[in-house]
């Protein structure tokens, strides 16, 4: 039996066809407002006529049911299994805030919490310190970072998240990867002490049960972020790049931490972009429309209106990202898709597992006959994708990049 | 996990019910004249009328994206899993010529090349030999044949094909396949010496190696093919019959010999068609209908016209096909089914990624409520049946061949 990836591998040609694949982020919504869902809410003459143009479908990112993160569903649209590669919760941390991750890192998701002595045992009473003001967890940060900057010759960088998190980097020669959480879940349970599952894992669990008593005489005045939790312990999964599997010369255009992270870890050039909104994206596409075959253009807006439970907000990027699609097509990509990671609907105020509209414009596309981007207009379309990792290759065919299988 | 085959064999019950299997080949399209397919363009009153009745919808071939040639789809629509059972190039190759091929035969696609002695190296100087007249192959062929008909206990079979093209058929005891391509894959460069990959394949590397010195002696005196370099070296996949599967006696009526080949790998028995148009196939379908549970019914040249670009031609064969039509039904098969193995669109002048409509009648079929049978049409269709390979089980079904899974 073929192994998928190889086998896509094994068609694929290279050509000087232009991709662009454009994420906006949490896309999806469900019923909300006079029980229109966010895009049909949204006034979008530019999607609508693009999508007459276009095959139109709705996509599962992982499957029926399924909610994912940001992580997963990502790798998916970028042509991977998405439930091949594990992205471990510490290396998704540390992407998400920007911490340049590299083989061989340990990655780590932290959190302050509290601890008390009761009985000569050390028992965790707050998992999340009162879950402390993100200023203060800054203040707290740059104290640990001062204090503990190299234990045993491995480099240790802490990098503030929100509220109680943070994310931990450990750089240094034989570590491995291979130690469970120390966080015992439970209040009025002690802190658990690394332990390597391994032997090879020996020297990470090492270093850490030093740092955590160094973080421990560091923190000690402090009165509720007096310790620190280690979650996620993991690494960079090894993901063969979109060059190596795919042919392609691929760039992101994204402002958030997490998705240049997200697309590093599949070999993208991140591209820079000057400024933060959809027209400094759109104007680096321009810029660099000559150097690569593939873009990954990414809008963060969407989802995070959705999170906060904005529908009208979430409407408005919509309408603003429709605005700037004739500046995509004015480039003539062979190939334009247009779809979300995930549904955010503004009535879950959450991501959700609610299938993604997708619309693949090219010359051989064979229409759908719909002239509405949304939910319900996609769910009559044509485009039978079932997985977000199928819509690559459906790409790729479509700019003329898949060789025939068999004869 | 049970395996799929095991799983869909352990169900099969025989019965007398009648199938018919009519493959289109190439049927499926792209916007080409006037924003229409081919079957879009094509008056097919009876098709229409037909899918009223029916379950309709789109069907991949192997997997959105994938691009198929006639060995992985036919396989598929024949119940079988397109990327469990690799058929060689070679394979392929002798079975288009009509060469008989059986278990323990090594099958190889050949090229005649020119070569040149270079500082007392031989080198490729056109992998293709000047693509030479398929006259002059044939007498190449010939001329080769008459001296080499034995090596050492082997019985070596040349078949003239299209070009620089030819077919080689080994037969003899202990050959096993497993030596790479002699084809250099470049000019400039020395044929690679047939080599074998385990030892099982030793006495095939050696019996090449001697064809290849004897084929260089027949043609030394040549001016263009004057060598010849072997490619696809392989053997017939084991691959249980649909009798074995699916407990049908199941009939091929084809006039082409890659088709007859495919048809006989899965142990069909391959009915005589006096005649090689679509009316001489309904004649055989007639004659031989009491004989047989399944009959696998091929058109071709819809693929052939597609290939050529000849958009009106491709047109003119299905309303061809559309008007014997009620021959078909007027033999009151229990399940009819109607779909393409692949795409093959007039604009592209290729095979194609496209899916491709399906149609199923039967007493049991829920209609789709679509009296049009054409790609957009098809979209619509409560058939949703995603592989090919998935198709079989379901035609089997509405045949009554299968039993309940479970209690």
Redesign the interface.
């Known amino acids: 039996?073929?192994d998928r990836e190889e086998?896509i591998k094994s068609?694929v040609v290279e050509n000087d066809t232009k991709i662009v694949l454009v994420v906006l982020d949490g896309l999806g919504g469900a019923p909300f407002k006079d029980g229109k869902t966010e895009l049909e809410y949204a006034k979008t003459p530019n999607l609508d006529a693009l999508a007459a143009k276009s095959e139109v479908g709705l996509v599962h990112p992982i499957m029926p049911g399924i909610t994912p993160g940001s992580g997963p569903s990502h790798l998916a649209l970028f042509g991977y299994d998405p439930l091949k590669y594990e992205i471990g919760r510490g290396v998704l941390e540390n992407l998400g805030l920007g911490v340049d991750l590299r083989p061989g890192d340990i990655a780590i998701r932290g959190n302050f919490c509290t601890v008390k002595e009761e009985d000569g045992r050390l028992i965790v009473v707050d998992r999340r310190a009162g879950r402390i003001p993100t200023e203060e967890n800054k203040r707290l940060i740059t104290k640990l970072q001062s204090a503990i900057k190299e234990i045993d010759g491995v480099e240790v960088t802490f990098t503030s998240g929100m509220e109680h998190r943070f994310a931990l980097r450990l750089r240094g020669e034989g570590l491995k990867a291979g130690v469970p959480d120390t966080d015992p879940q439970k209040v009025g349970e002690e802190p658990i002490e690394p332990k390597a599952l391994a032997p090879e894992s020996q020297r990470l669990a090492d270093v850490l049960k030093k740092l955590i008593n160094r973080a421990r005489e560091v923190l000690k005045e402090e009165p509720k972020a007096n310790f620190i939790l280690l979650r996620g312990i993991s690494e960079l999964p090894s993901i063969p790049s979109m060059r190596e599997l795919f042919g392609l010369r691929a760039a992101a255009i994204a402002t958030y931490p997490m998705y240049k992270g997200l697309a590093k870890l599949v070999g993208m050039e991140l591209l820079e972009v000057e400024g933060s909104t959809i027209a400094h994206e759109i104007e680096c596409l321009k810029r660099s429309w000559g150097e690569y075959d593939f873009f990954y253009l990414h809008v963060k807006k969407t989802d995070s209106h959705g999170e906060d439970g904005n529908f009208e907000a979430k409407v408005k990027v919509i309408e603003e990202f429709d605005a700037f699609l004739p500046k995509i097509l004015d480039l003539k990509p062979d190939v334009l898709a247009v779809t979300g990671d995930h549904s955010t609907p503004s009535v879950l105020k959450n991501h959700s597992w609610h299938p993604n509209p997708f619309l693949l414009y090219s010359k051989?596309a064979?229409?759908?006959?719909i002239s509405e981007f949304s939910e319900k207009a996609c769910a009559?379309?044509?485009l039978?994708?079932?997985y977000a990792k199928?819509?690559?290759?459906?790409?790729?065919?479509?700019a003329l990049r898949?060789?025939?299988?068999?004869?």
Chains 1, 2 share one sequence.
């Open positions: 039996m073929l086998f068609l051989y064979i229409p759908s006959g009559r379309g044509n039978r994708l079932y199928e819509a690559m290759p459906l790409i790729l065919a479509n898949l060789k025939k299988f068999g004869a």
